[in-house]
């Protein structure tokens, strides 16, 4: 499910609907080969528009933000109501040097061209703490438990940009 997480520069067409039933067929297929235990990850997106509020995993989704919020929920709802044991990894946007939407955004600011941002704050995780994560969740295996898995401080994509377009010498 992260190819709808990585760093939010390039568009990715989204199907809430699809992402819901494969995650629902995930976990009967992961029950019937005998799983023992399942780590889904989703999106810090999830929770819609907190309106500023710092959240933390006490909070509620607001699944009435929009299809894509909704979407996010019920598909981590398939999998911690499905009969393996399970936890849910809410990640920020996925960067580090895998990142097909960095390498994009190497290439557009290279070239010069305009990037669309926004300078609202939003969570992001580097593709190693991201890792890092997995390995703790799957080894504790702390069954029905949702985890925030990002940075320690939210940054606005123009900020993320900016630091990227220095860190490569723009």
């Not at 080894?139 to 993320?160: K, L, Y």
């Amino acid at each position: 499910p992260q190819q709808f997480n990585d760093a939010p520069f390039t568009r990715v067409d989204f199907d809430g609907e699809a992402y819901v039933s494969q995650s629902k067929a995930l976990a009967l297929a992961a029950k019937a080969v005998g799983v023992k235990f399942i780590v889904h990850l989703s999106f810090a997106w999830a929770y819609g528009d907190q309106h500023g509020a710092v959240v933390d995993e006490s909070y509620k989704p607001n699944k009435s933000d929009a299809p894509t919020v909704k979407a996010a929920v019920d598909a981590e709802n398939a999998i911690l109501k499905g009969q393996v044991p399970s936890a849910v990894l809410r990640l920020g946007f996925v960067y580090g040097g895998g990142s097909a939407a960095l390498e994009s955004l190497m290439v557009t600011l290279r070239r010069g061209r305009f990037v669309p941002l926004d300078e609202a704050p939003v969570n992001w995780i580097h593709e190693l703490d991201a890792a890092e994560a997995v390995r703790r969740v799957t080894e504790a295996m702390p069954a029905g438990e949702i985890f925030n898995v990002v940075d320690d401080t939210p940054v606005s994509t123009a900020d993320f940009a900016a630091q990227f377009a220095q860190a490569m010498g723009l």
